[in-house]
């Protein structure tokens, strides 16, 4: 048993499963992969689709995890920077084959499409 978090774990894979499930977290990843600082409101620019709320919520998530940092500067207003830690970054090679495979599905799925209604 693997425990963090106060959870247990049976294996890692499922601890990493754990680490990394959440709607947008994989996306939040690419775009710190693409861009590497960023602040809430240029993610929001990145990803119109987040409601403010649940995007808030899935950067604390990857910071508690580890795999962020969040830098607030003292000033008025106050400016907070977000970016990738270095295991946070060791996901580089895992997102772009998720990307990849995406892309790939998709062309697959959009051939399926087609034949069936033909």
Same mark, same amino acid.
């Given at each position: 048993?693997?425990?963090?978090?106060?959870?247990?774990?049976?294996?890692?894979?499922?601890?990493?499963?754990?680490?990394?499930?959440?709607?947008?977290?994989?996306?939040?990843?690419?775009?710190?992969?693409?861009?590497?600082?960023?602040? =809430?409101? &240029? *993610?929001?620019?990145? /990803?119109?689709? #987040?409601? !403010?709320?649940?995007?808030?919520?899935?950067?604390?998530?990857? %910071?508690?995890?580890?795999?962020?940092?969040?830098?607030?500067?003292?000033?008025?207003?106050?400016?907070?920077?977000?970016? =990738?830690? &270095? *295991?946070?970054?060791? /996901?580089?090679? #895992?997102? !772009?084959?998720?990307?990849?495979?995406?892309?790939?599905?998709? %062309?697959?799925?959009?051939?399926?499409?087609?034949?069936?209604?033909?």
């Amino acid at each position: 048993m693997y425990q963090y978090h106060e959870k247990e774990f049976t294996n890692t894979k499922d601890l990493a499963m754990h680490v990394l499930s959440g709607k947008y977290k994989i996306v939040l990843i690419w775009c710190f992969l693409q861009q590497p600082i960023l602040r =809430l409101s &240029e *993610i929001e620019k990145m /990803l119109p689709d #987040i409601n !403010q709320r649940m995007l808030i919520r899935q950067l604390r998530e990857l %910071e508690s995890n580890h795999l962020l940092t969040r830098k607030v500067y003292p000033v008025v207003p106050p400016k907070v920077e977000y970016q =990738l830690t &270095e *295991i946070g970054r060791e /996901l580089s090679t #895992i997102v !772009q084959h998720i990307c990849d495979w995406g892309d790939h599905y998709y %062309e697959v799925v959009a051939d399926l499409s087609t034949d069936i209604a033909d």
